[in-house]
């Protein structure tokens, strides 16, 4: 099976920060390799994480529990934003278990498996995750 979500993620990253680098890494639905990598990424202080895929009810669907064994902090209003946004167009983004969190002052968010629940989720937040990094780097304080 090809991955298109990721790749399609990537692109709205570029369209709305050209100039970033972006990383990719394809896992295995193995919770502990991925609380692993989400571990890494915050001891090397990634302004933002994006996790795609495994956010279902399926049995291999583990991604928010290693998201929780990684996060400081909960910023679940990202993940109810994500949610509410895709309920419009499709009813079962309900089911979606995807969270989002501080590890110190990375921001990680877990997206959506398909290509379009991906896409839209991001699309749904990129107004608030600027702010959000901004916020938790301590570059910027609330207005």
Not at 24 to 45: M, Q, V
Not at 62 to 74: G, L, M, N, Q, Y
Request: glycine share 12%; hydrophobic share 40%.
């Amino acid at each position: 099976m090809t991955d298109t979500a990721g790749p399609a993620v990537v692109e709205v990253l570029r369209r709305q920060w050209p100039d970033a680098e972006i990383r990719t890494s394809l896992l295995p639905d193995e919770e502990y390799a991925i609380a692993a990598r989400l571990e890494e990424l915050g001891k090397e202080n990634a302004g933002l994480v994006l996790t795609v895929g495994g956010t279902g009810l399926g049995p291999r669907d583990r991604t928010p529990e290693a998201t929780r064994r990684v996060i400081d902090r909960e910023a679940p209003g990202l993940a109810e934003a994500m949610r509410a946004e895709g309920a419009k167009s499709n009813r079962y983004a309900w089911l979606s278990r995807g969270v989002a969190g501080l590890k110190g002052s990375t921001l990680i968010v877990n997206l959506p498996g398909s290509e379009r629940g991906a896409k839209e989720s991001l699309e749904s937040i990129l107004h608030l995750i600027k702010h959000g990094i901004e916020v938790a780097a301590g570059g910027q304080k609330h207005p």
